[in-house]
């Protein structure tokens, strides 16, 4: 569309209004959940396995049909965070640690729902 827009403006000179109808529907924003929302939600969900889920997603800013896509699939948060732009600042060390923390988290919540896998 803006090549057919350019084409007519600039090579053939034409003076014309262009319009065009685009087949696409112009896409909006997601909807973002205020914190106390988002808090309401933590607070209600019982198993430990799926608050952790939701925790963190939350916490890395992911929708829910991000958190689903995964479908229990986990990935070292190394490659996670590396992914997401805003946390290439991160050294090893803090990178480290993090993982550290989730994993403690993790075997955690999988000890209290009685489930021992790791």
Request: net charge positive.
């Amino acid at each position: 569309m803006c090549a057919i827009k350019f084409y007519y403006r600039n090579v053939a000179k034409s003076n014309q209004k262009i319009e065009i109808a685009s087949a696409e529907e112009p896409k909006g924003l997601p909807v973002v959940l205020s914190r106390s929302k988002v808090e309401k939600i933590l607070l209600s969900v019982k198993n430990y396995k799926h608050k952790l889920l939701l925790s963190l997603s939350c916490g890395a800013g992911l929708r829910l049909s991000e958190s689903i896509a995964g479908k229990g699939n986990l990935k070292p948060l190394r490659e996670y965070l590396m992914e997401q732009g805003r946390f290439k600042n991160l050294t090893e060390e803090q990178i480290n640690e993090l993982q550290d923390w989730v994993n403690t988290r993790w075997k955690r919540c999988l000890d209290r729902a009685g489930n021992n896998q790791s």
